[in-house]
């Protein structure tokens, strides 16, 4: 298997402009993650799917962040418009339903906003 | 609200020696996983610790679960430099519409020669 994919791995991006990050998360894995990981604030969950459906988006840290799962194979978390706070590693991960199966992080998207 | 935390966050240690990195955490739950990462890498799962009283090894790593004491420990063996990463431990809590980690604020673990 592939593992957790992930794209772009660089964003460099001006300030205002949209940024859409995407993750194709591990087949059969029907619990999908978005974090973000900053030096200041360490891993923050934003947002996680089950069965594509948002379960719990308390972790967004505002309406310029949206996220979507439209089919079990494909998400995108996106920033419209962006910030130079944004600026952080975005990583996405899965996992199945069962308790206790492991949870898998894509490589990450490392964002950059000027 | 779930509260993880991991100490000590800062972990100088020589080659060689013997540390105990310790993760507590504020629910009851039996179901805690560690991970490694290093630096402008992604998050690596080492183990899935699933009851109390689990204990799991691979290397100079040893991770056990103690569910009464709300703690898990990773102990670190004679620690050789490639051990060096910032370690995360992180507590699966399942919430009514789903299941989630919540992570300690991690480890950062540098092994000297």
């Known amino acids: 298997d592939a593992g957790v994919i992930q794209s772009p791995r660089h964003e460099v991006t001006e300030m205002g402009q949209e940024v859409t990050l995407r993750c194709k998360p591990i087949?059969?894995?029907?619990?999908l993650f978005w974090y973000r990981q900053t030096m200041m604030r360490g891993l923050e969950l934003l947002i996680y799917?089950?069965?594509?459906?948002?379960?719990?988006d308390s972790g967004m840290p505002e309406d310029r962040f949206s996220a979507k799962m439209p089919n079990a194979s494909f998400s995108t978390l996106k920033i419209q418009p962006s910030e130079p706070r944004d600026s952080a590693v975005y990583f996405c991960?899965?996992?199945?339903?069962?308790?206790?199966?492991?949870?898998?992080f894509g490589p990450g998207t490392r964002l950059t906003v000027t | 609200e779930l509260k993880v935390e991991q100490n000590p966050l800062f972990l100088s240690m020589q080659e060689g020696k013997n540390y105990t990195i310790y993760c507590n955490y504020s629910?009851?739950?039996?179901?805690l996983y560690w991970y490694r990462q290093d630096p402008g890498k992604s998050l690596e799962s080492l183990f899935v610790?699933?009851?109390?009283?689990a204990v799991k090894q691979e290397g100079r790593l040893m991770a056990s679960l103690d569910t009464k004491a709300r703690l898990s420990t990773l102990h670190i063996t004679a620690a050789v430099h490639d051990l060096s990463a910032t370690y995360f431990c992180?507590?699966?809590?399942?919430?009514?519409?789903?299941?989630?980690?919540?992570f300690g604020e991690g480890t950062q673990l540098t092994v000297n020669p």
């Open positions: 087949s059969g894995h029907d619990y």
């Open positions: 629910t009851t739950s039996d179901r």
């Open positions: 799917f089950n069965n594509n459906v948002p379960i719990d």
């Open positions: 991960a899965s996992r199945r339903t069962y308790l206790g199966h492991e949870q898998y």
């Open positions: 610790l699933l009851s109390n009283g």
């Open positions: 992180a507590v699966d809590i399942k919430e009514t519409s789903g299941s989630r980690l919540t």
